[in-house]
């Protein structure tokens, strides 16, 4: 976001990604026999990875690296959850089942396609000139604020912990 904040004079889309179910995306790595999945005395054979588990948290962020990585771009080196594509100019990242870029309207329409073709998108939303005005990304607000740049605001849930106001919802 602040990548696109510092070049809003340029093209300042920001595009965010949501996915439908995405831990069912992953295959699981190796075979797990599940005790307390069924009644009694039952086991279950995995084959996908089951939501709530570490390692599924790992195996989606993968299968979700694979895609993207099809559609040109390639991982940063310092941080595993980031992708860039020299040839589009465009940055993405994963954050859990969510996807934030920045890059020009045609870049976004590449990885639109990209991310469509090989996982199960919920939801695609775009902020920025001749765009939309607000998105959700990890429980934030992003918003284009026209002839200035973009405004994050943070989670609710951590400004009232901070304010001792308790993890709950305000």
């Not at 995306?25 to 999945?37: C, F, I, Q, R, T």
């Not at 959850?81 to 934030?100: E, P, R, S, W």
Request: aromatic share 6%; glycine share 10%.
């Amino acid at each position: 976001v602040s990548r696109a904040a510092s070049r809003a004079d340029r093209r300042g889309l920001v595009g965010s990604h949501d996915f439908a179910c995405a831990f069912v995306h992953a295959e699981k790595d190796h075979a797990v026999l599940s005790d307390g999945l069924g009644p009694p005395g039952t086991v279950a054979l995995l084959l996908r990875a089951m939501n709530g588990t570490r390692r599924a948290s790992f195996l989606w962020a993968e299968k979700a690296a694979e895609v993207v990585q099809l559609g040109g771009f390639r991982r940063l080196k310092g941080c595993a959850q980031a992708f860039y594509n020299d040839k589009m100019d465009c940055l993405t990242c994963i954050h859990g089942d969510d996807f934030v870029a920045e890059g020009s309207s045609e870049a976004l329409d590449h990885l639109d396609r990209t991310l469509s073709a090989g996982l199960d998108v919920k939801e695609k939303l775009r902020i920025g000139p001749r765009a939309g005005t607000q998105l959700r990304f990890s429980s934030r607000t992003v918003s284009h604020v026209p002839d200035a740049a973009l405004a994050l605001a943070p989670n609710h849930w951590h400004v009232a912990e901070a304010l001792g106001l308790g993890a709950g919802y305000p």
